[in-house]
């Protein structure tokens, strides 16, 4: 082991100037949303969040926002004290309570350990073979390899104290700190590493750098850095170190190496160690943990103030408290020996090492100095607000008050090739050659007020810069340019000359670039302050550095005149400590360092190797909402995956499509220049404005493919490739192949149901004619055979009539002629009505019956018989229906035998609401009637008339008339006992008024032509 020799020889050569500025830190504290103000360890994870663990849970930060997991997220113990970021998109999180997983779609998934309920858990590393290797206090180290947990093997569990860190290598080595010295475990053995010439050092963190050597920051022994080739160097407060206790330690990607302790922060870069407290700017000192992103953005975790992120060492401001005389630097000014003046507001002239300073006790007409110039005589002339003043050594040589401009504020100086110098004043133009001050010629010369800037270009020709525009001198006299030329309204208040040998201007309100023609206005950005251009200046690079009330801008000349942009911006988060500039405090000098004034302080900008700004940023959508509010997408989505946390498969129905998108771009370092853009395949192509909004929402869908893209670009200007995201929306039901199904054949159906039920109405219609006409035609026959009866009942009544006159019998004739008067009266009356009440009908069947009985008294007899409870007045039949049957009975079922025979017509209660009419006779029977072949044209005409008009009537719906018959009726040896005919009526059949007119129909009249 060996001390750092040339440490201990530089540090207190360097220590002093080291200390003499201040840096720029962001301070994160919960009042920005970490989870807690004490940062134990610090990680950063494959997607480039990083996370940050505390005393009250584990906290992801993405550049501007944190999302906390703690014990509501089923964290087992507040307290982080270890992450470890896997492959697979998840965060292990070491706490003093156990082992979890952290998941990309939130929850956290216990690991269980071996042994104890609540293991503390104090580091966590991934080996070379991509095993987690889980510091456990008391219980040595653990290896989880995928499948099973176990104790790493070799590890002395008998002697080695708790492990407090852990480091792998490449080669699949592995440093083990413990509370009681280091360990060297390989291929299952450890071994004892000696630190400061002891084994037990107490171990609190380690690194490797680039070169391989292993750094171990200890308690009480400072650090420890194991080269290659097996040498120790030891680092203490000896060295430079703040204090022997360190906490923590990193590498950067510039293989300096950072310590963290209680008192701050020392960095050791190559040789040199400089140190970082509250005197150069940390808002707190008391620092935890150390932490290099992927970017070489440096981090710190504080005990008890939050996180701060060092903005680096681009540029550094100095202040009183370091060593200049004011805060208000005006002007600089390098004298011969190299070192720098500085013209303050109200303190007047210092030099920046503070060794020397002039003021108003030292000859200064004023202490508010606006300019400043070293002239080819090596002396430095400043112009202030009482005049001029000329310095030699650091001393004050008064000038003539004839030369002086006392009473006059001097506000820019320049010297021509030939000795003369120009002074732009408020009250005007002026020159001092050879002893003799003069005010500037011409007509354009006597309107110069408030000349903020001269310039002399390389034609030769003199610019000023005043308070209503820019004037030019050339051999052809004054030209100016105000607003009415194309210049913005107010005040000119620099100029600068790029290498092309283009003037350029800084006004009130943009930037001016005169070129061949019309000067061109340029904006830097939208904001008023950033086009509120104080300073100009041209670095050796080429490249124009202005400025501004709102930061620092850095632009490429050529590309802002192609396109107006390319502009850099920096700003506290880059490490100025004020945004707003003084006007014409700038400054180059021999070593390319860019110095300005600002009004927090002198910064100074050293060129640096170029960062890679133009990096695309890391891009992921984060979350996904569903009506602006966060939702689970079990049953609507096949999956999550595991990486992002999305759903995936998303299928969402058409009333409900109302999605945010929530996604960031990862800037840890600059995340304000981060802007997006973002379009939705399947709902509009085209790419919308860029925004620095992270959301992005969409609404009233229609159903279909959509697939979300965003892409970011952060300050190097460039775009990234599309994230995207795709998922469908499902179809209504109106709109789904089976509805269209359903409809085509609904509509083929209905159509085809309109058209049958037409078809079907005029084939019913054309039936209810037929039948109609039919029971017109049956109705009109019935009327005639009511009219004209049966010739042969006529003819044989007439005959009877004669016979009983013949015989003097006029009693009998009376009687047989009244009856049959009445009946063919009756008959009369029937046939200009269709229907009849069967009273009516028995009445006439009863005149029948009497009549053919006087005639045939000794062939047969008749029984009319009508049962209690029939309503003979109400029922309702077509005339003439009976008398048929009750005919045939007689003529072809009694007459033909030769025996005395019997009609019986019963009229009875049928079933609910109708009248049973039964028509009996003994006779021979129908069947011996029909083989008979008895010929009776008129009787059977009158029954097929008869029943063809109840088959009509009933068709026709106008009444239920059911006639079963004629039937023959047989006795249970077989013999015929003879014929039958069973009439059913409708009980409550219609009116003679009220009813249905058996002419016309129901409805309508069938002979209409």
């Given at each position: 082991?060996?001390?750092?020799?040339?440490?201990?020889?530089?540090?207190?050569?360097?220590?002093?100037?080291?200390?003499?500025?201040?840096?720029?830190?962001?301070?994160?504290?919960?009042?920005?949303?970490?989870?807690?103000?004490?940062?134990?360890?610090?990680?950063?994870?494959?997607q480039?969040?990083?996370?940050?663990?505390?005393?009250?849970?584990?906290?992801?930060?993405?550049?501007?926002?944190?999302?906390?997991?703690?014990?509501?997220?089923?964290?087992?113990?507040?307290?982080?004290?270890?992450?470890?970021?896997?492959?697979?998109g998840?965060?292990?999180?070491?706490?003093?309570?156990?082992?979890?997983?952290?998941?990309?779609?939130?929850?956290?998934?216990?690991?269980?350990?071996?042994?104890?309920?609540?293991?503390?858990?104090?580091?966590?590393?991934?080996?070379?073979?991509?095993?987690?290797?889980?510091?456990?206090?008391?219980?040595?180290?653990?290896?989880?390899?995928?499948?099973?947990?176990?104790?790493?093997?070799g590890?002395?569990?008998?002697?080695?104290?708790?492990v407090?860190?852990?480091?792998?290598?490449?080669?699949?080595?592995?440093?083990?700190?413990?509370?009681?010295?280091?360990?060297?475990?390989?291929?299952?053995?450890c071994?004892?590493v000696?630190?400061?010439?002891?084994?037990?050092?107490n171990?609190?963190?380690?690194?490797?750098?680039?070169?391989?050597?292993?750094?171990?920051?200890?308690?009480?022994?400072?650090?420890?850095?194991?080269?290659?080739?097996?040498?120790?160097?030891?680092?203490?407060?000896?060295?430079?170190?703040?204090?022997?206790?360190?906490?923590?330690?990193?590498?950067?990607?510039?293989?300096?190496?950072?310590?963290?302790?209680?008192?701050?922060v020392?960095?050791?870069?190559?040789?040199?160690?400089?140190?970082?407290t509250?005197?150069?700017?940390?808002?707190?000192?008391?620092?935890?943990?150390?932490?290099?992103?992927?970017?070489?953005?440096?981090?710190?975790?504080?005990?008890?103030?939050?996180?701060?992120?060092?903005?680096?060492?681009?540029?550094?401001?100095?202040?009183?408290?370091?060593?200049?005389?004011?805060d208000?630097?005006?002007?600089?000014?390098?004298?011969?020996?190299?070192?720098l003046?500085?013209?303050?507001?109200?303190?007047?002239?210092?030099?920046?090492?503070?060794?020397?300073?002039?003021?108003?006790l030292?000859?200064?007409?004023?202490?508010?100095?606006?300019?400043?110039l070293?002239?080819?005589?090596?002396?430095l002339?400043?112009?202030?607000?009482?005049?001029?003043?000329?310095?030699?050594n650091?001393?004050v040589?008064?000038?003539?008050?004839?030369?002086?401009l006392?009473?006059?504020?001097?506000?820019?100086?320049?010297?021509?090739?030939?000795?003369?110098?120009?002074?732009?004043?408020?009250?005007?133009?002026?020159?001092?050659?050879?002893?003799?001050?003069?005010?500037?010629?011409?007509?354009?010369?006597?309107?110069?007020?408030?000349?903020?800037?001269?310039?002399?270009?390389?034609?030769?020709?003199?610019?000023?810069?005043?308070?209503?525009?820019?004037?030019?001198l050339?051999?052809?006299?004054?030209?100016?340019?105000?607003?009415?030329?194309?210049?913005?309204?107010?005040?000119?208040?620099?100029?600068?000359?790029?290498?092309?040998?283009?003037?350029?201007?800084?006004?009130?309100?943009?930037?001016?670039?005169?070129?061949?023609?019309k000067?061109?206005?340029?904006?830097?950005?939208?904001?008023?302050?950033?086009?509120?251009?104080?300073?100009?200046?041209?670095?050796?690079?080429?490249?124009?550095?202005?400025?501004?009330?709102?930061?620092?801008?850095q632009?490429?000349?050529?590309?802002?005149?192609?396109?107006?942009?390319?502009a850099?911006?920096?700003?506290?988060?880059?490490?100025?400590?004020?945004?707003?500039?003084?006007?014409?405090?700038?400054?180059?000098?021999?070593?390319?360092?860019l110095?300005?004034?600002?009004?927090?302080?002198?910064?100074?900008?050293?060129?640096?190797?170029?960062?890679?700004?133009?990096?695309?940023?890391?891009?992921?959508?984060?979350?996904?909402?569903?009506?602006?509010?966060?939702?689970?997408?079990?049953?609507?989505?096949t999956?999550?995956?595991?990486?992002?946390?999305?759903?995936?498969?998303?299928?969402?129905?058409?009333e409900?499509?109302?999605?945010?998108?929530?996604?960031?771009?990862?800037?840890?370092?600059?995340?304000?220049?981060?802007?997006?853009?973002?379009?939705?395949?399947?709902?509009d192509?085209?790419?919308?404005?860029?925004?620095?909004?992270?959301?992005?929402?969409?609404?009233?869908?229609?159903?279909?493919?959509?697939?979300?893209?965003?892409?970011?670009?952060?300050?190097?200007?460039?775009?990234?490739?599309?994230?995207?995201?795709?998922?469908?929306?499902?179809?209504?039901?109106?709109a789904?192949?089976?509805?269209?199904?359903?409809?085509?054949?609904?509509?083929?159906?209905?159509?085809?149901?309109?058209?049958?039920y037409?078809?079907?109405?005029?084939?019913?219609?054309?039936?209810?004619?037929?039948?109609?006409?039919?029971?017109?035609?049956?109705?009109?026959?019935?009327?005639?055979?009511?009219?004209n009866?049966?010739?042969?009942?006529?003819?044989?009544?007439?005959?009877?009539?004669?016979?009983?006159?013949?015989?003097?019998?006029?009693?009998?004739?009376?009687?047989?002629?009244?009856?049959?008067?009445?009946?063919?009266?009756?008959?009369?009356?029937?046939?200009?009505?269709?229907?009849?009440?069967?009273?009516e009908?028995?009445?006439?069947?009863?005149?029948?019956?009497?009549?053919?009985?006087?005639?045939?008294?000794?062939?047969?007899?008749?029984?009319?018989?009508?049962?209690?409870?029939?309503?003979?007045?109400?029922?309702?039949?077509?005339?003439?229906m009976?008398?048929?049957?009750v005919?045939?009975?007689?003529?072809?079922?009694?007459?033909?035998?030769?025996?005395?025979?019997?009609?019986?017509?019963?009229?009875?209660?049928?079933?609910?609401?109708?009248?049973?009419?039964?028509?009996?006779?003994?006779?021979?029977?129908?069947?011996?009637s029909?083989?008979?072949?008895?010929?009776?044209?008129?009787?059977?005409?009158?029954?097929?008339?008869?029943?063809?008009?109840?088959?009509?009537?009933?068709?026709?719906?106008?009444?239920?008339?059911?006639?079963?018959?004629?039937?023959?009726?047989?006795?249970?040896?077989?013999?015929?006992?003879?014929?039958?005919?069973?009439?059913?009526?409708?009980?409550?059949?219609p009116?003679?008024?009220?009813?249905?007119?058996?002419?016309?129909g129901?409805?309508?009249?069938?002979?209409?032509?």
């Amino acid at each position: 082991m060996r001390r750092s020799a040339p440490l201990l020889t530089l540090f207190g050569a360097l220590w002093a100037p080291l200390c003499a500025q201040h840096y720029g830190f962001i301070h994160y504290s919960t009042r920005e949303g970490l989870a807690q103000s004490q940062v134990r360890t610090l990680a950063q994870d494959g997607q480039g969040f990083l996370w940050v663990g505390t005393l009250g849970g584990a906290s992801r930060f993405d550049g501007r926002s944190f999302v906390n997991h703690a014990l509501q997220q089923g964290l087992p113990d507040a307290q982080v004290n270890a992450l470890l970021p896997r492959p697979d998109g998840s965060v292990w999180c070491g706490t003093g309570g156990g082992l979890v997983r952290l998941r990309p779609g939130g929850g956290a998934i216990p690991i269980v350990l071996p042994g104890a309920d609540r293991p503390r858990i104090t580091a966590l590393a991934t080996d070379a073979r991509g095993r987690v290797l889980i510091g456990v206090e008391d219980r040595g180290v653990l290896v989880h390899d995928g499948m099973r947990v176990r104790a790493l093997e070799g590890f002395p569990t008998d002697t080695a104290g708790t492990v407090r860190s852990l480091l792998c290598l490449a080669d699949g080595t592995v440093y083990i700190g413990l509370r009681n010295g280091l360990l060297r475990w390989a291929d299952g053995r450890c071994d004892a590493v000696a630190l400061g010439g002891v084994t037990g050092a107490n171990v609190s963190s380690m690194a490797q750098g680039a070169d391989g050597t292993v750094w171990a920051a200890t308690y009480g022994q400072g650090a420890f850095a194991l080269r290659p080739d097996g040498t120790v160097d030891e680092i203490d407060e000896g060295d430079g170190l703040l204090q022997n206790n360190v906490r923590s330690v990193a590498v950067d990607h510039r293989g300096r190496v950072w310590l963290a302790s209680k008192f701050g922060v020392n960095v050791i870069d190559g040789p040199r160690i400089r140190a970082m407290t509250v005197n150069q700017g940390m808002p707190n000192d008391n620092i935890w943990s150390v932490f290099v992103d992927g970017h070489g953005d440096l981090w710190l975790g504080t005990d008890g103030a939050g996180l701060l992120r060092w903005t680096g060492d681009r540029f550094v401001t100095w202040t009183q408290r370091d060593g200049l005389c004011s805060d208000q630097v005006m002007c600089m000014v390098a004298d011969s020996a190299g070192d720098l003046w500085l013209g303050t507001y109200g303190n007047g002239i210092c030099r920046m090492d503070g060794m020397a300073q002039v003021s108003t006790l030292d000859g200064l007409p004023n202490n508010t100095v606006w300019t400043g110039l070293r002239r080819r005589d090596n002396s430095l002339w400043f112009g202030t607000s009482d005049g001029l003043c000329r310095l030699r050594n650091g001393l004050v040589v008064p000038l003539p008050d004839s030369l002086a401009l006392h009473d006059d504020r001097v506000l820019s100086l320049l010297e021509d090739p030939d000795g003369t110098l120009w002074c732009g004043t408020r009250e005007g133009l002026f020159t001092l050659r050879e002893g003799r001050l003069l005010r500037a010629a011409g007509p354009v010369a006597a309107g110069l007020r408030s000349i903020r800037a001269l310039l002399r270009d390389r034609d030769g020709r003199l610019w000023a810069a005043h308070e209503n525009g820019v004037a030019r001198l050339d051999r052809a006299g004054w030209r100016a340019w105000s607003t009415g030329d194309g210049l913005p309204a107010g005040a000119v208040f620099c100029l600068v000359e790029d290498l092309r040998g283009r003037v350029w201007a800084g006004t009130a309100d943009g930037l001016l670039c005169f070129t061949t023609g019309k000067p061109r206005v340029m904006r830097l950005a939208t904001d008023f302050g950033s086009n509120y251009i104080d300073l100009l200046r041209i670095t050796g690079d080429g490249r124009l550095w202005a400025g501004t009330n709102n930061g620092l801008f850095q632009a490429d000349p050529d590309s802002l005149l192609a396109n107006g942009g390319g502009a850099v911006h920096y700003s506290t988060g880059d490490g100025l400590l004020s945004l707003e500039c003084n006007l014409n405090a700038a400054h180059v000098d021999g070593r390319g360092r860019l110095f300005l004034g600002t009004s927090g302080g002198l910064v100074v900008h050293a060129p640096e190797p170029e960062r890679h700004d133009d990096d695309t940023l890391p891009l992921h959508i984060t979350g996904l909402r569903w009506f602006l509010r966060p939702s689970g997408w079990e049953g609507r989505s096949t999956g999550t995956d595991t990486v992002s946390g999305l759903p995936q498969g998303l299928l969402l129905p058409y009333e409900r499509n109302h999605l945010t998108f929530d996604f960031t771009g990862i800037s840890l370092s600059d995340p304000e220049h981060v802007v997006y853009r973002y379009r939705l395949l399947g709902h509009d192509n085209d790419w919308l404005p860029e925004t620095d909004g992270r959301s992005a929402s969409f609404s009233n869908l229609p159903h279909g493919h959509y697939v979300f893209q965003v892409m970011a670009m952060g300050r190097g200007g460039r775009w990234g490739l599309p994230v995207e995201y795709a998922f469908d929306v499902q179809p209504p039901f109106w709109a789904r192949w089976w509805f269209f199904a359903l409809t085509g054949a609904v509509v083929i159906g209905t159509v085809g149901g309109v058209a049958r039920y037409r078809s079907t109405q005029r084939q019913r219609s054309e039936r209810t004619r037929q039948l109609m006409l039919r029971s017109r035609m049956l109705q009109l026959e019935q009327q005639a055979l009511n009219a004209n009866m049966n010739r042969h009942f006529i003819f044989n009544a007439l005959n009877s009539i004669q016979y009983h006159i013949n015989k003097q019998d006029r009693a009998t004739a009376n009687r047989y002629l009244t009856s049959f008067a009445k009946l063919i009266r009756k008959n009369l009356d029937a046939s200009q009505s269709d229907t009849t009440s069967l009273a009516e009908e028995l009445e006439r069947l009863e005149l029948y019956l009497v009549l053919e009985h006087m005639r045939f008294k000794d062939r047969f007899r008749y029984v009319l018989t009508v049962e209690p409870g029939v309503d003979t007045l109400h029922v309702r039949l077509p005339a003439m229906m009976l008398q048929p049957y009750v005919e045939n009975s007689i003529w072809h079922g009694i007459l033909p035998t030769e025996r005395q025979g019997q009609v019986t017509i019963r009229v009875s209660p049928g079933g609910p609401g109708r009248v049973r009419v039964t028509i009996a006779d003994d006779g021979l029977g129908i069947e011996q009637s029909k083989a008979r072949k008895q010929t009776g044209d008129h009787i059977s005409r009158g029954i097929e008339i008869t029943k063809g008009r109840a088959d009509v009537l009933r068709n026709l719906q106008v009444t239920d008339i059911r006639i079963v018959g004629p039937e023959q009726v047989q006795g249970s040896d077989g013999r015929v006992l003879g014929t039958r005919v069973t009439i059913d009526l409708p009980g409550n059949g219609p009116s003679p008024r009220h009813g249905t007119d058996l002419r016309t129909g129901p409805g309508h009249p069938i002979f209409e032509t």
